[in-house]
């Protein structure tokens, strides 16, 4: 009898290890990502007649024509794209100094929320981007009038609706990581960067294994393909460190060319958030360099009383 319930206590545990881990395998994306999760949500649903109305506005432009009786808000399938920080900044990038930007662009509000907007009548969709209002820049402030620079300091910190495009061929952002999470090793977990070297457009990185593993792309075509002899299709995952060499090549390429006054296309004045990795190597080296020098006056002053004693 205790066999019995010994076998049924494992098997139940076995069921609930392999629904949790099938559970995992689905939740390829942070929540906090996702706006139907995150705290920002119901600030931003407040902004739903907006939302529909930059939508419509952007398939007038477009010829396409949105019904205002059938438009659909996907709010579970919204995702948020983190901007304006450097991520590819070296061959390897630890899972630990990923949190670190993602933590240092929140803190500047240098994210955005892709949001899907749908006709079903019309069968179109647009992507209705929605993003903080970020403090005025000197430079900003000197060709703006007061008044206008005191309506848009009021807004500071909120959210506004953006831009909008229509997606036309494209899908929504979260359609592409549905489609290739299954193929994600166990435990993979999935972000959205923009204004990357190379990928000013958004591309998913698959963190794994403590760092990022690989980029997959979300519909866009790329510049860095332009150093590299493939090209990056969707529904794939590629290599990290394989495609770091041409990220490097178009940084240095984006850098050059803003010197020159040039446009990059790309984001060339993209913020390095203090690496605390470094710092914290800078500062054993220094701990190291000073107990180096503490030991070498140690043997000289030692070896001056051992003469003096010979003597």
Same mark, same amino acid.
């Given at each position: 009898?205790?066999?019995?319930?010994?076998?049924?206590? %494992?098997?139940?545990? $076995?069921?609930?290890?392999?629904?949790?881990?099938?559970?995992?395998?689905?939740?390829?994306?942070?929540?906090?990502?996702? &706006?139907?999760?995150?705290?920002?949500?119901?600030?931003?649903?407040?902004?739903?007649?907006?939302?529909?109305?930059?939508?419509?506005?952007?398939?007038?432009?477009?010829?396409?024509? &949105?019904?205002?009786? =059938?438009?659909?808000?996907?709010?579970?399938?919204?995702? #948020?794209?983190?901007?304006?920080?450097?991520?590819?900044?070296?061959?390897?990038?630890?899972?630990? #100094?990923?949190?670190?930007?993602?933590?240092? !662009?929140?803190?500047?509000?240098?994210?955005?929320?892709?949001?899907?907007?749908?006709?079903?009548?019309?069968?179109?969709?647009?992507?209705? &981007?929605?993003?903080?209002?970020?403090?005025? =820049?000197?430079?900003?402030?000197?060709?703006?009038?007061? =008044?206008?620079?005191?309506?848009?300091?009021?807004?500071?910190?909120?959210?506004?609706? !953006?831009?909008?495009?229509?997606?036309?061929? @494209?899908?929504?952002?979260?359609?592409?990581?549905?489609?290739?999470?299954?193929?994600?090793?166990?435990?993979?977990?999935?972000?959205?960067?923009? $204004?990357?070297?190379?990928? /000013?457009?958004?591309?998913?990185?698959?963190?794994?294994?403590?760092?990022?593993?690989?980029?997959?792309?979300?519909?866009? @075509?790329?510049?860095?393909?332009?150093?590299? =002899?493939? !090209?990056?299709? $969707?529904?794939?995952?590629?290599?990290?460190?394989?495609?770091?060499?041409?990220?490097?090549?178009?940084?240095?390429?984006?850098?050059?060319?803003?010197?020159?006054?040039?446009?990059?296309?790309?984001?060339?004045?993209?913020?390095?958030?203090?690496?605390?990795?470094?710092?914290?190597? !800078?500062?054993?080296?220094?701990?190291?360099?000073?107990?180096?020098?503490? %030991?070498?006056?140690?043997?000289?002053?030692?070896?001056?009383? /051992?003469? #003096?004693?010979?003597?």
């Amino acid at each position: 009898m205790k066999k019995i319930a010994m076998f049924i206590m %494992l098997l139940s545990l $076995s069921l609930f290890g392999f629904t949790f881990d099938a559970k995992a395998a689905e939740n390829v994306v942070y929540s906090e990502d996702i &706006l139907s999760q995150s705290s920002d949500f119901e600030e931003i649903k407040a902004l739903e007649p907006f939302i529909i109305q930059r939508a419509k506005e952007a398939c007038s432009l477009n010829n396409l024509g &949105l019904s205002a009786d =059938d438009i659909v808000v996907d709010y579970d399938n919204s995702i #948020r794209v983190y901007t304006d920080c450097l991520v590819f900044e070296s061959n390897e990038v630890s899972e630990d #100094r990923v949190d670190e930007i993602i933590e240092y !662009s929140i803190d500047k509000m240098y994210f955005g929320w892709q949001i899907p907007v749908y006709s079903e009548s019309k069968g179109k969709k647009v992507g209705v &981007l929605v993003a903080r209002q970020l403090p005025l =820049d000197e430079y900003a402030k000197s060709y703006m009038s007061e =008044d206008l620079q005191k309506a848009i300091m009021e807004t500071e910190g909120k959210y506004k609706v !953006s831009t909008a495009e229509v997606l036309d061929e @494209r899908a929504a952002i979260m359609s592409y990581i549905n489609d290739i999470k299954t193929s994600l090793p166990d435990g993979a977990k999935v972000r959205v960067f923009g $204004s990357q070297p190379g990928f /000013f457009q958004p591309v998913a990185v698959v963190i794994t294994k403590g760092k990022i593993s690989s980029l997959f792309p979300l519909g866009y @075509r790329y510049r860095v393909e332009e150093a590299i =002899d493939f !090209s990056i299709e $969707s529904g794939n995952c590629y290599d990290y460190d394989l495609l770091y060499p041409a990220i490097e090549e178009k940084r240095m390429e984006n850098e050059k060319n803003a010197a020159l006054g040039l446009q990059t296309g790309a984001g060339a004045g993209i913020e390095v958030p203090h690496n605390d990795v470094t710092h914290k190597n !800078s500062i054993t080296l220094i701990v190291i360099m000073s107990m180096a020098g503490v %030991l070498l006056i140690g043997a000289v002053v030692i070896m001056i009383a /051992f003469k #003096r004693k010979s003597k």
